[in-house]
């Protein structure tokens, strides 16, 4: 088109009509602006590798207790895979490397990535590793990634992460594991018969797994409740952000804008092609609502708080010069990527507020230079009291020594495909969500740059940059 239009203007030269050449140029200025992205400073730096993501796909992710209750961690880590090797056409054995995030460890399974990578039929040559931060596991496996290219190690990683809710490890009570463990070691029929002897009905009781910390004994939710109140946040704030969650991830499923859900065929069961936890509701009905956590008194429901979640995720990242050597149009950038930790009873879910302000100054940009923000939604309380405290002057000065405005600054741009809270929280996996969320979003709306950020137990947390790739 725009050849074609060049020609008609040179054409003018010879013809009488100066107004046609005028429209013709108006034309072609407008189609050129219309598909290029905002012409901001491009991230590449001299002598640094670029690194891009090529694609990136998830299963659908479905409440806990549903459709995957039956399988195990590495099937959906396999079938994640198997999407990825499907839409990129990669040949299995040309990855260098599989990485894998996960917080709640099968046992049978516990280098989940090794498991799922042989299952997709990835060759036996690709060395694989699982690694584990809380929530922002696929974050870690990711830049890992990035690591190993970086460091010419490798030209392309397959990262990942999954998580299973429907069936996590339950173990016997301390006193009924050592008597189980001596009973194997027992060597006469008299010493079984008097560790048998030994059991009372206090050691039958299992050990329930519970997200809580494992240094404050508090749950996340109850410290969620906690950081709500203590950033003034209302339990009418917090149930209108989780209704507009749900209703921009209703929006966006309906639209087809959720480009990386892949269908899977759950053996014995249907095929699922899409999430189940989206589903918005009224303020009327979120109101009626109970605490969960800080009874009677408290703001953190059933209905503002992200579910469990049963899913997987993966991304094909690359150097720039591999992929386009192989043939990839890459759909975005890799940039600067920080890690933070902080105080894990009162500022364990403050993760966004530490790591924005630092990876926007190793960038050099803004708040008001981000185009597309994507961050992981733990909590509806957690994310407003975030928003506020990068709103908040006193706590923002404090805290980085400067002023970095939340709210104000990104609103408009947040979240837009809706967020954890609606599509689901499969812990090892939103990350890999969460980035390409933001490439699909920058292509889709023409922006160049992206902010990823999550908080994580333990208090820590992660932001990553991500520019879009010249369309």
């Not at 050449?21 to 290029?36: A, G, I």
């Not at 008097?194 to 996340?220: W, Y």
């Amino acid at each position: 088109m725009a050849s074609m239009l060049l020609n008609s203007m040179r054409s003018c030269s010879v013809s009488p009509s100066w107004a046609v050449c005028q429209s013709l140029l108006l034309l072609y200025c407008f189609l050129f602006l219309s598909v290029q992205t905002k012409s901001k400073k491009t991230l590449a730096r001299p002598g640094v590798k670029n690194i891009v993501l090529v694609e990136g796909v998830r299963t659908p992710f479905l409440l806990s207790g549903t459709t995957y209750a039956d399988l195990m961690p590495h099937d959906l880590a396999r079938a994640a895979l198997q999407g990825l090797l499907h839409k990129t056409g990669i040949p299995k054995d040309a990855v260098d490397y599989i990485i894998y995030g996960t917080v709640i460890q099968e046992v049978k399974t516990s280098n989940v990535a090794r498991e799922a990578a042989l299952g997709a039929g990835f060759s036996d040559k690709i060395p694989a590793h699982t690694v584990t931060m809380a929530c922002i596991s696929s974050n870690q496996a990711m830049t890992s990634a990035v690591g190993l290219i970086a460091a010419g190690q490798c030209d392309a990683v397959v990262a990942g992460g999954v998580e299973f809710m429907s069936d996590v490890p339950i173990r016997h009570s301390r006193k009924m594991r050592k008597t189980m463990l001596s009973l194997n070691r027992a060597k006469t029929l008299g010493q079984r018969l008097s560790l048998i002897g030994s059991i009372r009905l206090a050691h039958l009781s299992p050990e329930l797994p519970a997200v809580a910390e494992f240094s404050t004994a508090e749950t996340m939710g109850h410290s969620a409740d906690r950081l709500a109140a203590a950033f003034g946040v209302s339990r009418v704030e917090q149930d209108e952000f989780a209704l507009r969650s749900h209703t921009l991830a209703k929006k966006a499923q309906d639209n087809g804008l959720l480009q990386d859900v892949i269908s899977f065929k759950v053996p014995n069961r249907d095929i699922v092609s899409k999430d189940n936890g989206i589903r918005p509701s009224s303020m009327e009905q979120m109101a009626k609502l109970k605490p969960a956590f800080i009874k009677p008194h408290g703001t953190v429901t059933a209905a503002n708080s992200s579910f469990l979640t049963d899913g997987a995720s993966a991304v094909l990242i690359m150097s720039e010069e591999k992929a386009l050597a192989m043939g990839y149009k890459p759909k975005a950038y890799l940039r600067d990527f920080v890690y933070v930790s902080q105080d894990p009873k009162d500022q364990l879910l403050l993760g966004p507020t530490y790591g924005t302000p630092k990876v926007l100054e190793r960038a050099g940009l803004s708040m008001s230079d981000i185009d597309v923000f994507e961050f992981h939604e733990a909590f509806a309380g957690q994310i407003m009291a975030n928003l506020k405290a990068m709103d908040s002057d006193w706590f923002a000065a404090d805290v980085h020594g400067k002023e970095i405005k939340g709210k104000d600054s990104c609103w408009s741009k947040f979240n837009l495909w809706g967020g954890s809270l609606s599509l689901g929280h499969p812990f090892g996996a939103t990350g890999c969500r969460l980035v390409t969320t933001v490439a699909h979003r920058l292509q889709k709306e023409g922006g160049q740059y992206g902010l990823v950020a999550a908080c994580a137990a333990g208090g820590q947390g992660h932001a990553m940059v991500i520019e879009a790739y010249p369309q």
